[in-house]
């Protein structure tokens, strides 16, 4: 089993930036990708970014050029989301997400953190 702890979320203005945290525990080895999603009220929870075991990384459209995902080089258990330039339109709450190397589709969440962008 696999826990992941959000942590960063908040209030901040259009055009500011706020930074996501998660941190993994429990059986961390059994992860291969890790990767941070968004629901907003009323919409099906997307993709925002995530990065593979490897390094390459992957973002929806309406991240790229804003947001950066990172993950800690020495423990390899952290992931971050570096949200610059936020807009209105950024308000959800950002799950953490791990997918398990096996089970094959085994899939990890945190509780979520909430990101609120005022106009």
């Known amino acids: 089993q696999v826990q992941l702890v959000e942590s960063g979320g908040g209030l901040v203005q259009a055009g500011g930036s706020l930074r996501l945290s998660c941190v993994a525990s429990g059986s961390i080895f059994s992860i291969n990708a890790m990767g941070w999603y968004r629901q907003a009220p009323g919409k099906q929870r997307e993709l925002v970014a995530a990065?593979?075991?490897?390094?390459?990384?992957?973002y929806a459209d309406s991240a790229k050029g804003r947001f950066t995902i990172s993950r800690d080089n020495a423990m390899k258990n952290t992931v971050f989301l570096q949200m610059n330039s936020l807009k209105a339109e950024d308000t959800a709450v950002y799950y953490c997400?791990?997918?398990?190397?096996?089970?094959?589709?085994?899939?990890?969440w945190g509780q979520g953190t909430q990101v609120t962008v005022s106009s």
């Open positions: 990065i593979a075991s490897g390094g390459s990384t992957n």
């Open positions: 997400n791990a997918k398990a190397l096996l089970p094959v589709g085994k899939d990890y």
